[in-house]
């Protein structure tokens, strides 16, 4: 995404923890498009470092190999910027009901390590990636951002205790902080292997090699699926904003629409047999339904809308039309 348009200044030094993810990668070439100074920290538990090679080839990009769990990492990756966009995480809800304490580990020791380093780097502004898993068992559609459930999973409750601690750091120390609950996030560099691998990416290769997705229940569970695009936008926006109500609180990231897994695939094996004509045929295989997983998920987008300019480009069919032809290029 070109950000120019956006007016974001390109003097702005920017940290990106989580930088060799899906999410952090992008933003950074994006960031680095613009002429910013981009810092990436990330000790690539997840993390690909191939999702950064045209980075490192810029000479406003460093890269510091270390974990958020190590506070001396965090306070070396924010000393001398301006701007900490905070995308280091260890995702995914299976992953921890598998394992919690690592979960935890990251995602809430790791979270304060960086706060407390962004608050001694005296940094301006600390923008973090927050979670629609948040919203837990939660039955109000559109989800709104002050209305929330109990959490379904470990990995909720991290990114929960985030919004907490945030919210903490800024009345007690003042910085600056702003949360972003993603929804379902999906485009380039989205990882399609391994156990955790999110739906889209993961459909996208089976279907590429001829073999069927399984869908976890009848297909009748639903996402606002958000194209990266959107998310660099937002978390352009919240280091952009001179509006003191934007600050120190949280938004939600998506479309504000809601699309089934069978309408999901159903896309998936449109747009990738414009590639191959065979894809139109592969059976889809319906599977158990998967724990802590929540049956629908929809977001109110208008606080955004209202407070940052929010204006998302890419609804689901423009975002996966971009996201397929551009996994078929690097991924056949």
């Given amino acids: 995404m070109d950000i ?23 933003l950074s ?36 190999e270390g974990d958020i769990r190590n506070l001396e990492d965090c306070k070396k990756a924010c000393e001398g910027v301006d701007y900490v966009l905070h995308q280091a995480a260890l995702g995914s809800v299976p992953r921890s009901i598998n394992d919690p304490i690592t979960s935890n580990a990251v995602n809430v020791s790791g979270f304060l390590n960086m706060l407390v ?5 005296k940094v301006k502004r600390f923008v973090y990636a927050a979670s629609s898993s948040t919203y837990g068992d939660s039955k109000s559609m559109p989800k709104v951002e002050d209305i929330i459930g109990k959490p379904l999973s470990p990995y909720a409750i991290t990114k929960y205790v985030n919004e ?33 691998a999110a739906v889209i990416p993961k459909f996208v290769m089976q279907l590429m090699q001829h073999e069927s997705p399984v869908i ?3 297909g009748s569970y639903s996402r606002d699926f958000t194209y990266i695009d959107n998310v660099i936008e937002m978390n352009v926006r919240a280091l952009l904003t001179q509006n003191k109500e934007a ?23 449109e747009y990738l047999s414009a590639y191959d004509a065979a894809i139109a045929n592969i059976a889809i295989v319906n599977g158990p339904e998967r724990q802590g997983d929540v049956p629908h998920s929809l977001a109110s987008i208008e606080k955004a809308k209202n407070l940052l300019g929010y204006n998302p480009s890419y609804d ?17």
């Fill in 316 to 332: 689901i069919k423009k975002g996966l039309k971009e996201a397929v032809d551009w996994y078929w290029e690097h991924l056949k």
């Fill in 4 to 26: 120019k348009n956006l007016n974001f200044s390109p003097n702005a030094h920017i940290l990106v923890t989580g930088g060799g993810g899906f999410i952090g990668s992008n």
């Fill in 117 to 121: 380093a962004a608050r001694d780097a």
């Fill in 247 to 269: 600050l120190n609180t949280v938004y939600n990231v998506a479309y504000g629409e809601r699309t089934d897994l069978n309408e999901l695939t159903a896309l998936l094996k």
């Fill in 164 to 196: 907490l601690y945030a919210d903490v750091f800024s009345k007690t120390y003042g910085l600056e902080t702003i949360g972003l609950r993603y929804f379902n996030v999906f485009g380039r560099k989205q990882d399609p292997n391994g156990a955790y």
């Fill in 216 to 218: 976890n229940g009848d």
């Fill in 29 to 64: 070439e994006a960031l680095l498009k613009n002429g910013n100074k981009v810092r990436c920290l990330d000790n690539f538990a997840t993390g690909r470092r191939e999702n950064i090679e045209a980075c490192l080839k810029n000479e406003n990009y460093t890269l510091i």
